[in-house]
Antibody
Framework: QVQLQESGPGLVKPSQTLSLTCTVSGVSMSSGGDYWTWIRQHPGKGLEWIGS???????FYSPSLKSRVSISVDTSQNQFSLKLSSVIAADTAVYYCARGRAAAGNFDYWGQGTLVTVSS | DIQMTQSPSSLSASLGDRVTITCRAS??????LNWYQQRPGKAPQLLIY???SLQSGVPSRFSGSGSGTQFTLTINSLQPEDFVTYFC?????????FGQGTKLEIK
């Protein structure tokens, strides 16, 4: 059974860097065919794709966040990470990690989500 | 970016009803359209992928159709657990984008 679990601070100060890690179990991230993804949801709002990475390290990001975001993969730990720099209050959201299927582009397994609040 | 517009934003229905939710893309996306269900406080769950393929483990009362710019999610014989929020998502091109959601409420 594929499982994903987010971890990281729930509170980040403005202008600092938000850092989250997603631990994947039940599947090897380097098995191919998947891309490892971060998605966020502002309180009471819709879903926003942040970016994705293949296990090779090839990444693609949302243009609206590209200048501030970095996603990296550690296949030895079966984890991938998100870094979002220079955060502001508008970055307050629930952050989800998810597995994307390369063929259809859907997200079939998700973490439970973690709320990150940007506040001083 | 491809804009995804769902309608309606909210929908009232009764147990046992059949409902249809529509998703329109701002440009053609072939059948690169996925549907998710989200319960309050939980992560979205994949229902339908590639416009009409039922994800493993999803009840057969859920079905999807469409191609190009117009898509529908149909739920037959509504059950109590179906009264939650639904999102569409295009996977035709990055940035992947979602519809704003449809909240299904019990009448």
């Amino acid at each position: 059974q594929v499982q994903l679990q987010e971890s990281g601070p729930g509170l980040v100060k403005p202008s600092q860097t938000l850092s989250l890690t997603c631990t994947v179990s039940g599947v090897s991230m380097s098995s191919g065919g998947d891309y490892w993804t971060w998605i966020r949801q502002h309180p009471g709002k819709g879903l926003e794709w942040i970016g994705s990475s293949y296990y090779t390290g090839s990444t693609f990001y949302s243009p609206s966040l590209k200048s501030r975001v970095s996603i990296s993969v550690d296949t030895s730990q079966n984890q991938f990470s998100l870094k979002l720099s220079s955060v502001i209050a508008a970055d307050t959201a629930v952050y989800y990690c998810a597995r994307g299927r390369a063929a259809a582009g859907n997200f079939d397994y998700w973490g439970q989500g973690t709320l990150v609040t940007v506040s001083s | 970016d491809i804009q995804m517009t769902q309608s309606p934003s909210s929908l009232s229905a009764s147990l046992g009803d059949r409902v249809t939710i529509t998703c329109r893309a701002s440009q053609g996306i072939n059948t690169y359209l996925n549907w998710y269900q989200q319960r309050p406080g939980k992560a979205p769950q994949l229902l339908i992928y590639a416009a009409s393929s039922l994800q493993s483990g999803v009840p057969s009362r859920f079905s999807g159709s469409g191609s190009g710019t117009q898509f529908t999610l149909t739920i037959n014989s509504l059950q109590p657990e179906d009264f939650v929020t639904y999102f569409c998502q295009q996977s035709y091109s990055t940035p992947y984008t979602f519809g704003q959601g449809t909240k299904l409420e019990i009448k």
